[in-house]
């Protein structure tokens, strides 16, 4: 009876160890960020799509998981930001970069194939990088990403949001890439 009631104890200490491990390595991340890992993402959307905001929660999503310490920018007003605002605003926000995503109009084609459709989405994604240190841009690049797909022509009425968010997903994982690369790039 005795050395049931000590495995039993040390169960449940193993359990509450193991359980508790992880929220505190989790609290302790949020209370001392390091500012030299972190990004702050603004995202704007001008695609003229009507897909609300799930575009954006694509970008961001993909790029979350690509790029270490990336941090979402709440009500941050893209079109009247100017590059002396950054600065100001990379501290405000306790950053050392500021990556600038911006969804441009896409672009879908139909074509005919005997019995299908082929559909053909492109999305383009303008990227701006801006460092705080140096009070400029590091990057400024279009990146495109494509999708297709081919249906039977009675189902042709599913519209182009497939490809379109596939497209601009595609585009996101470049960008992240594309990031990546640079920001593990040697300091000159």
């Known amino acids: 009876m005795k050395h049931i009631k000590a495995f039993i104890f040390a169960a449940v200490v193993l359990l509450l160890f193991v359980t508790a491990n992880p929220v505190v390595l989790a609290g302790s991340a949020v209370t001392s960020p390091n500012i030299e890992q972190q990004v702050l993402l603004v995202i704007g959307d001008l695609s003229q799509e009507n897909y609300g905001t799930e575009l954006t929660d694509l970008v961001y999503k993909q790029l979350q998981g690509q790029i270490p310490g990336l941090v979402l920018a709440e009500s941050v007003d893209t079109a009247n930001l100017e590059q002396a605002d950054l600065q100001t605003?990379?501290?405000?926000?306790?950053?050392?970069?500021?990556?600038?995503?911006?969804?441009?109009?896409?672009?879908?084609?139909?074509?005919?194939?005997?019995?299908?459709?082929?559909?053909?989405?492109?999305?383009?994604?303008?990227?701006?990088?801006?460092?705080?240190?140096?009070?400029?841009?590091?990057?400024?690049?279009?990146?495109?990403?494509?999708?297709?797909?081919?249906?039977?022509?009675?189902?042709?009425?599913?519209?182009?949001?497939?490809?379109?968010?596939?497209?601009?997903?595609?585009?996101?994982?470049?960008?992240?890439?594309?990031?990546?690369?640079?920001?593990?790039?040697?300091?000159?």
């Open 89 to 188: 605003l990379a501290v405000q926000k306790n950053v050392k970069q500021i990556l600038f995503v911006e969804i441009l109009p896409t672009k879908s084609d139909f074509k005919d194939i005997i019995c299908y459709k082929q559909l053909r989405s492109q999305a383009t994604l303008k990227i701006r990088l801006y460092d705080r240190d140096n009070q400029k841009y590091l990057m400024r690049e279009i990146v495109t990403g494509t999708d297709q797909n081919t249906t039977w022509i009675p189902y042709t009425g599913v519209g182009k949001k497939v490809t379109v968010q596939k497209a601009v997903q595609n585009a996101s994982v470049i960008v992240g890439d594309k990031v990546n690369q640079l920001r593990s790039a040697p300091k000159e």
